[in-house]
């Protein structure tokens, strides 16, 4: 397989801020919307927080050796807010943006390409208490915050997405309220959705007015809609679910407007839209990020249908592993839209029950056939015409699975929550040495 892939492919492993960096109450840190989140009763499974997580501050340049020692060309992470700006607003937090500078400068010493978020769902508490992302306000503090990184780090960064599934920040953290801040009201949700898309587009314009040289996008997480049988009931379910999940976020930037029909269904709790924010959403971008990692399967009674029920395979997070799902909703998106920027993988991967041995490292040979064939399936994908150039791995490793605590496990290098020891699984060795096969056949660095 390492021959399907071109030699300036992109090809890496990811995290989060949150989800790996600990040190919440260090070196001018603010509290962010999980910190708080965290400390609701029953809002984390296993009652745990973001407060040590994998250590990754304190345990910078063993991280990046780690890295290293996977063979990839490129490393996605996001920055913290509130590490950088405790408070979202006025003065920068010059003692934190120095970790930043540190891991991009370790990450170029080792020449791997850094790839960096700038919202993956840490908003600074002080700007939820003035109403967060459903006050338009917060749309402007993005913007700054943007510019201020690039400033400082934008020279170096090969790539900027702008935000990390906004569906979930709005949808899960807004509406469902299962995720930071807890709210559960759909309005709020449509109108923190638009928001958040419309710092996006006056982030990548504010960032190319600075002279921004490096690669600017948005990652969505997104995966095919399909109807549970052929019955036009649950054909129209999936037409929905499609447009709620998908084309709310890819149609306002690659189509300049929201679908007709979920604008109709939401009613009065639309969002407030004002003159000139569709052009906004619209700004051209140099990439789009795609987060996999199965498809919906719809049905019109609105029940949950399960994988496990029908007899397919499944994660522990129960999410049905479906690789060919991964080539179809590539393929719809370069059908529906002409102009699609190229695209990156930035997040496929899956949860498995590891249980680790005495010696030697975690035998997940269920990842390891999951990542497999789901790199397959973005080779069938450049086959039919679609431009993938970069794909990688979530996660680099173990770590805070959000509402789920530390009681899921995603990573290709496993962590001794006790001893916080880093041990990389089969996945990661498999990994290792298909980059090898793939740097001998004349991939880059």
């Known amino acids: 397989m390492h021959k399907k892939f071109p030699s ?30 965290c400390r609701q009763p029953g809002a984390i499974s296993d009652a745990s927080n973001g407060d040590i997580a994998c250590d990754h501050v304190h345990r910078l340049e063993e991280d990046l050796d780690l890295i290293a020692s996977l063979g990839v060309n490129c490393y996605r992470f996001s920055i913290a807010w509130p590490r950088v700006q405790a408070l979202g607003h006025g003065a920068f937090n010059e003692q934190g943006l120095d970790f930043y500078q540190r891991l991009v400068d370790g990450l170029l010493k080792r020449q791997i390409k850094p790839v960096a978020t700038l919202y993956h769902w840490d908003l600074p508490q002080a700007l939820q208490d003035q109403g967060g992302w459903a006050n338009r306000e917060t749309v402007h503090r993005f913007v700054d915050y943007a510019r201020h990184v690039h400033k400082h780090l934008g020279d170096r960064l090969h790539m900027i997405s702008t935000h990390n599934e906004p569906w979930c920040a709005a949808t899960l953290g807004h509406d469902v309220g299962i995720h930071a801040p807890g709210i559960k009201n759909r309005a709020i949700a449509a109108q923190v959705s638009h928001h958040l ?42 037409r929905r679910a499609d447009a709620l999940s998908r084309r709310w976020y890819s149609d306002p930037l690659l189509r300049g ?126 086959e039919r015409g679609v431009q993938v150039d970069g794909y990688m791995v979530w996660s680099l490793m173990d770590n805070f699975e959000w509402g789920f605590g530390y ?10 929550y006790d001893t916080l020891k880093r041990t990389p699984k089969a996945s990661a060795l498999w990994y290792r040495d ?12």
């Open 434 to 445: 298909f980059l090898q096969q793939w740097r001998k056949n004349g991939g880059q660095a």
């Open 257 to 382: 407007q929201y679908p007709q029909e979920i604008i109709e269904e939401l009613g009065a709790d639309a969002p407030k839209i004002e003159a000139g924010d569709m052009a906004i959403l619209q700004t051209p971008m140099d990439h789009l990020g795609i987060n996999y990692y199965t498809r919906h399967v719809a049905q019109a009674s609105g029940q949950h249908w399960s994988a496990r029920a029908h007899g397919l395979p499944v994660s522990e997070m129960e999410w049905e592993i479906y690789p060919e799902g991964l080539t179809d909703i590539l393929c719809q998106m370069k059908a529906d839209y002409p102009h699609l920027p190229p695209v990156f993988i930035t997040e496929n991967g899956g949860a498995f029950p590891d249980k680790a041995p005495a010696e030697g490292p975690v035998q997940d040979l269920d990842r390891l056939s999951y990542l497999q064939e789901h790199m397959a399936a973005v080779t069938v994908a450049r």
């Open 197 to 238: 898309m419309l710092s996006h587009g006056l982030a990548l314009q504010a960032m190319r007015a600075d002279g921004a040289t490096a690669n600017l996008g948005i990652v969505l997480n997104m995966g095919p809609s399909v109807p549970a049988s052929p019955m036009p009931d649950d054909i129209a379910a999936a």
């Open 8 to 37: 300036d492919f992109l090809f890496g492993v990811a995290t989060s801020s949150f989800q790996i960096e600990g040190a919440v109450h260090e070196h001018g840190r603010g509290e962010s919307i999980w910190d708080r989140f």
């Open 407 to 416: 009681s899921k496990r995603f990573g290709i290098v496993h962590v001794d």
